[in-house]
Structure formats: C-alpha cells, structure tokens
C-alpha cells in the first residue's frame, strides 16, 4: 500500500477515485509543524532561525501519520502546488525523518484522472528554495508583528495588532479616506446639442473651444456657448469610419476572480473563498459522485494547459461554429512580478457544463462556478468586432463630437461580458444615420447641465484586491485574509459594498506612519515582496534577505518603543463613587479590557470589575445583533445575542460577527487567533502575524 499525504481531508474522495486501490489518502488538516502560537519563535541571535514546534492539536495526527507511514511501501506528500504548500511538505518530511534528497514530493493543478496519474509518474525532491521563500516570508510577518503589536498596544490601545502586509493595506484604505475628506468640488459643465437629421436625431457633446479642449467651468462660460450658437446651424466637419475588435479577456487569476464575484454576483471575499475552495476540492455531482471541477484556485498566473486550450477550442467549434474560433490561438501574458506557479483558473473540462450540475450545486457554488467556466470559455473565443464613426460638428469657435458604435460580430461577448462600472459615456451613441462631410445640420436643443467633479470612491473589497495585486502587496493566498482580519479586528467596517476605516483604524496607521513609515508603506512592501521572489528564483540566501530587513527594523523599534507620543484614549469619567474614598471612578482600559479605578490615584489604588452582565463583546454572526457577556446559574461565563429570544445563538467563546468561508460556522477568538468554532475545520487566521493558516490545508 502506498500512502500519499494531502492537507484537507475534504480532497480526499475526489482524490481516491483517481489512484485506486493501492494508495491510502491521509490528510495532515493544515500545518503539523508550524512557529509556535504564544511566543516569538525566531532566534535573533542565530541567524534568525526559526523554532518550530508541533502544532499543539497534531499530535496524535502526527502519531498517527508515522505508523502509517512506516507500513507504507511509499510515501508520496502531495500538499498544495504553492509556496506554503511547498513548506507544508517539508514539515511533514522532517518529522517523518526525511532525507533531502529524497523523491517524495508530487503535485497536480487539478484533481483529474490525467493530473494524478501523470503526478504519480514523476516524483521529485522537495524544492528548498520554495521552502526558503516561504520561510523567509513567515520570519519577516512574524519580525514584525510580534515587535509591533506590542507597541501599539501600549501606546494607543490593549489588543490591537499590526502585519507587514496587513497594515499596508488599512494604509491605503484610511488614505483613501483621508483623499476624501480633504477633496475640495470643482464646478463644471456638460453641453449637449441635440441635432436632426431626417427623423433620426443625434446627441453631440461639446469637446474644443477654437480647437482647444474645453469643459465650462462656470454658468458665464455656458451663456456666451449658449448666446454664440443660438440659431445656428452645426456643420459635420469630420467623419471617420472604422472597424474595431475587442479582445476576449484573460483566464481569471485568484485576484480577477475575486473582482468579478462581487462585482458581478455580490459575494463577498469570504464567500468567494469559500465557494472556490469546495469547487477544487470535489463537490458532488448527480450521476458522478464527488469530482473536483476547477483547477488550483491561489493563483497570479494566466497561463492554461495546451490540452485545456486545444479542448475548450473543440467545444466552440462545435458549440458556437467556426466563426467564434480565432484564427489563431489566445495567448495571455502573465505580469513579470507574478509567480506564475501554475495555471490560470479554469474549469477541469468542459464536458460538465454549469447547467449539469446546478442541481446538486449550492447557489454560490454554481454562480461561481458559471462565471468561472464562461471566463474561461471566453477567453479562447474570436475577437467582437464593431463598425464605429467618430463624428466632429462645428458650430463657431465650438466643436462638438459624437461616436456611433455598432456591432457586427459578438465574438466572445455572447458568452461573457467584462463588468464596467460606468455604462453612460459622454458623447457615445449606438448606430448612426448615414452623415456627410460638409452637410449642415440643425441644432433642436441646447442642453447645459452643472456638474462638480467627484472625490475618489472607497475601496470595496475587489477595488482593494486590485489595488493591492497592482502595487504588489502580498500574494493571491492572502488578499481576502488581509481583508477579512482587517474587519474583524474593527479597524474598517462596510457601508453598503464599501470599505471605512474606523477611527482606531485611522489612529493605528497615523502611529505607524509616525514611526514606522521607511517599512509600512507601499513601495517598501511590494519590494520585500520581489525579494522573497529572489529567495526562490534566484537562490538568494533568505538569512540575509531577513538580515537586512532588520538592520533597519531594529532601530525603528527602538525608536518607536521610547518615545513619548500616545495616542491612548484618556479615561471616562463615571457618577459611581469609590466605596473606599467618595472620589469618582474612572473608566479605564487595561489588558483584559476596561475596568473601574478610583480617580483619587495613586492616594487610592481602588479597582474594581465592571458590571458584566451584559457588557458587548462583538456582533452575533447569525443576525447582526450585540453579542453581550451573560453568566451561567453556575457562574460560567458565556455570549449570546441581546436579541434573545428572537435570535437564540449563544457561544462559551466570542465571536468575530462573521462566519467561516469554508463551513459557515461562526469565527471565534482564541487569544491571538481567529479560528472556526467547528472542531472538524482546521480555518483559522494568525492575525499577530498578519498571516494566514491556509484556508484550505
């Protein structure tokens, strides 16, 4: 029997009906070895070697995993096709005692008959550069979220915590905040002509004033336009003809899928994640049991299998005819700072259609999945093809345009259209009647409208996906980790589909820019970010990648840590007396939250608890509501919703107010981690160290 070891045990059904009878599937659940939870874990002293410790509740999986190990005639480690997952199986090849030489390692972008099988025939070693990637990447969220926390802890409020990649990203929320704040209206005008032709009637915009681009700036712009050119004719002095294509779209990456789920189908990140993963892992399909139906979903690259294009151009072929089929095979670019590990998202194969297995698939997973298989559809078909006219008017010193566009051909458009925010263009129209240079036209109506520029819009949460994989901030595994930690942990909150920054968001990033700005910044993260590519491309050594980082680091710390500036909340003054001197108490914040003092300190060092019996802790993930602090009759302390007996959700934990993207049961706090409260779901979020424990192990 040969053993091969994955890390979600939710893999494991689809996986076994591709090796057959002679593999046993075991799944570590994530991580077995990992840097330990309660302590810093990195010897500064030692070339900054990190301590690894067994992941407390793995033991007996561990103890488990070797006896079956030593009874396997191999033993295979097929942990995800990425860094971590790279790392994941050096772990488990260590404490299976290893050597590093020997071939153990295999790996497949999909779970398919044609995947596995061609995996299983080619072994190889364990890449250590991948493994000192990721290494190096661990060493430096943990540098630098267990050496500020602690900082802004003390310095703005107990709990909080900062990340290398984390931080950035509120960054760019509360700048964007503060962008809006700070933008100050400009008055403008729109003028539009509607002229007549025949029956036809067409909407130009105005464009140049004596051949200059111009946009009115004031009413007293308008009324001379409006005085010059009543009464007049327009002249078409230009018309020009054109055929356009639009090219289909690229695969989706885990960043572009991530956009278009919300923008097209409003699911949030979570949700998105969520479904995705169970689409890779193996949903079941009526008639087929548990398959997989997408390939890996953690991924920057746009690159599809010469099998997965040479099917998919089959099926258009057939489907759709000869016409959608370019002349010449699609090819995407993958960016040069992605990693470009493995393939775009796509659909394993074509022949399971979204229509054939809506009905065993939940809404989410068959939207999802839809937008995934017509991307990739799409992204193989022929070009759409317009017939556009681009016509000038002129009318004195003004000159107004407008652009007719029609389409001849759908191409791709007939499978996918790409979302755009803003339909209503100035000065676009459909098809337009036939126009001569030299005719005149007569103008029917003037139309001004004032306008005032806008501020720029908040991030949603695919605006700031995009916008962190465009500046090279943090990896596809991480955005909706980064996102989800951000509006747990309360420093952005959502109004309608967009991202706030909370007022301790807004105070942590002003500190951080305050002290540690040479570090957390944009330019700074997303060159970290191509030295931790160095580590695994060009075999630089990840010791001294982290050795530099600190000689900088280390002085920031120092500098941050003695001085004086706080931006901690002055205590709040109550009408409760102390019992032992008449003073007021005070409110105060301390470790384990806020607390009554006297205010007479130190004279009286008076404290006492507050009252908790419905003291609010968080939010309830199944209606929203207050969770509050309530004690058993026997004393135990435990949260339930203040909408009771409407919502009877209670917790012996507190919870986060959102719900696992794997299984949908509610996200608790355990100290520093944020994990699922189902014990068979390994989810969990290390937000000390603005990392997470894969979503899907």
């Known amino acids: 029997m040969k053993l091969v070891i994955i890390e979600s045990p939710f893999k494991r059904e689809a996986l ?13 659940k994530g991580h077995i070895r990992d840097l330990p939870q309660k302590n810093f874990g990195i010897d500064l ?20 995993l070797k006896s079956k190990a030593e009874k396997a005639e191999e033993v295979l480690i097929a942990t995800d096709p990425d860094r971590e997952g790279e790392a994941i199986s050096w772990h488990v090849a260590n404490i299976l005692g290893f050597d590093t030489e020997k071939t153990c390692r295999i790996e497949f972008n999909e779970i398919s008959k044609k995947a596995v099988t061609e995996a299983l025939k080619k072994p190889r070693k364990i890449d250590l550069k991948l493994v000192d990637a990721q290494q190096a990447r661990r060493v430096l969220d943990r540098l630098v979220g ?17 990340g290398r990649v984390q931080s950035v990203a509120l960054k760019l929320v509360v700048d964007r905040e503060i962008e809006i704040e700070k933008f100050i209206p400009e008055e403008y005008w729109t003028v539009n ?13 105005l464009s140049t004033y004596k051949k200059k681009k111009f946009v009115p700036k004031n009413k007293e712009e308008v009324d001379k336009l409006l005085e010059e050119v009543k009464g007049k004719d327009f002249l078409v002095k230009e018309v020009k003809k054109s055929k356009t294509k639009s090219h289909a779209p690229a695969p989706f990456t885990t960043s572009t899928m991530q956009q278009d789920a919300l923008n097209k189908l409003g699911m949030s990140l979570a949700r998105t994640s969520s479904s995705a993963q169970q689409l890779y892992e193996g949903v079941d399909i009526k008639g087929e049991g548990k398959i997989a139906l997408i390939t890996y979903i953690r991924t920057d690259s746009v690159r599809v299998s010469q099998d997965a294009q040479n099917a998919c151009l089959s099926f258009i072929k057939e489907k759709y005819g000869d016409d959608f089929v370019p002349s010449k095979p699609n090819i995407y670019h993958t960016k040069d700072s992605a990693q470009d590990a493995h393939e775009a998202i796509r659909p394993i194969t074509m022949d399971i259609t979204p229509e054939m297995a809506k009905e065993t698939l939940s809404s989410d997973n068959y939207r999802l999945y839809k937008l995934i298989y017509e991307r990739f559809l799409a992204s193989q078909m022929a070009s759409a093809e317009y017939s556009s006219v681009a016509v000038t008017f002129d009318c004195e010193n003004y000159g107004f345009k407008v652009n007719g566009k029609t389409m001849e051909f759908p191409g791709y458009t007939s499978v996918y259209k790409e979302f755009v925010e803003d339909e209503n263009k100035e000065g676009m129209a459909g098809r ?26 908040r991030y949603t949460e695919a605006s700031l996906v995009k916008a962190m994989e465009e500046k090279g901030i943090g990896r596809p595994a991480t955005y909706a980790a980064t996102i989800t930690i951000l509006q747990s942990r309360k420093y952005t909150v959502k109004e309608a589909k967009y991202l706030v920054p909370t007022e301790l968001g807004r105070k942590i990033t002003a500190y951080l820019d305050q002290f540690f700005s040479s570090v957390i910044n944009v330019k700074f993260t997303a060159h970290m970010e191509s030295r931790l590519d160095d580590i695994a491309v060009k075999e630089e050594d990840w010791h001294n990648v982290v050795s530099n980082f600190w000689k900088g680091f280390e002085h920031l710390l120092v500098n941050a840590d003695a001085s004086s500036v706080t931006m901690k909340e002055p205590p709040k003054e109550t009408d409760i007396e102390c019992e032992k001197c008449g003073s007021k108490m005070l409110i105060r914040t301390g470790r384990f939250g806020e607390f009554l003092a006297c205010s007479n300190f130190p004279k009286c060092k008076n404290t006492r608890p507050l009252d908790t019996t ?9 209606c929203g509501g207050e969770l509050v602090e309530r004690k058993s009759k026997k004393g135990k302390l435990y949260y339930s919703c203040d909408k009771y007996p409407e919502c009877k959700f209670m917790s012996w934990d507190i919870t986060t ?22 014990s068979d779901c390994d989810y969990k979020i290390d937000d000390k160290n603005d990392a997470q424990t894969k979503n899907n192990q």
């Open 16 to 28: 076994k009906k591709y090796l057959g009878n002679g593999y046993e599937v075991f799944a570590t």
């Open 45 to 64: 002293k030692n070339n900054f070697e990190p301590k690894y410790e067994i992941v407390p509740d793995k033991k007996d999986l561990i103890k488990e």
């Open 146 to 162: 267990y050496k500020v926390s602690p900082i802004i802890c003390k310095k703005i409020a107990p709990k909080l915590s900062a």
């Open 193 to 205: 002509a509607l002229l007549k032709k025949g029956e036809s009637q067409i909407k130009a915009s």
């Open 432 to 457: 337009l009647p036939k126009l001569e240079e030299g005719e005149l036209l007569p103008c029917e109506k003037i139309l001004p409208e004032q306008k005032f520029t806008k501020p720029p819009t």
């Open 614 to 622: 419905k003291k609010v802790v968080g939010k309830c993930p199944d």
């Open 657 to 678: 107010g959102d719900k696992c993207p794997k299984c949908k049961s509610p996200l608790i706090v355990k100290g520093k981690i944020i994990k699922c409260n189902n």
